[in-house]
């Protein structure tokens, strides 16, 4: 544990990524640019205070054979400004400022995570959205809207996600993105379950 209380989930048996580690390339980010900021590898840091409520949620999720998988934890604000800087630069502020929370920045306080399901069977990523429906579909009840089996499923599985998440102290981010939770116990939940899952 560092002196932010800030501890690895790797430690603690949570799988996880470094989203901007790990996407370097796609967001141009140099391997010293991170390193300015902090970021070395592909480790995912968390309060130490989010620990024993993800290790709960990743015990749920395996009882439907999948585990948590957490795509970022803590950003540094220097991390966030030179993401944001990046995306702006390449032409999508708009894009950049509908995704950025640039006045709290939640993630720099390490309580705050983006998670999906990883599939323990098949032992890869379970995509809860399609890549070809573009930013929009990163914010709660896209798929409502959209008719079909493949997008029912979508958002029953989002709908899953953060009814699993909700139990356990966290509720979603301003933004109101699928993935992404505040851990913020005592609080109300902040979205109505209304699918059930289907196993």
Request: aromatic share 14%; charged share 30%; glycine share 8%.
């Amino acid at each position: 544990m560092n002196e932010q209380g800030l501890v690895s989930l790797r430690e603690h048996g949570i799988r996880g990524i470094n989203y901007y580690w790990d996407r370097r390339e796609q967001f141009g980010l140099t391997e010293a640019e991170l390193a300015e900021v902090g970021i070395t590898g592909n480790e995912v840091l968390v309060h130490m205070h989010l620990i024993d409520a993800l290790k709960a949620v990743d015990a749920v999720f395996r009882q439907k054979g999948y585990e948590l998988y957490v795509k970022e934890g803590y950003r540094p604000v220097e991390l966030y400004e030179l993401v944001y800087q990046k995306r702006v630069e390449s032409g999508k502020a708009d894009e950049a400022n509908r995704l950025f929370n640039m006045t709290d920045m939640p993630h720099a306080t390490g309580l705050s995570v983006d998670v999906t399901l990883w599939d323990i069977r098949r032992q890869r990523e379970v995509y809860l959205r399609d890549g070809n429906d573009g930013v929009d579909a990163l914010f709660v009840d896209f798929y409502k809207r959209k008719p079909g089996e493949v997008a029912e499923w979508y958002q029953v599985m989002q709908e899953w996600v953060i009814e699993v998440m909700q139990k356990h102290g966290f509720r979603l981010g301003t933004k109101r993105e699928y993935f992404h939770f505040d851990y913020r116990p005592g609080t109300q939940y902040n979205y109505p379950i209304s699918v059930e899952y289907k196993a």
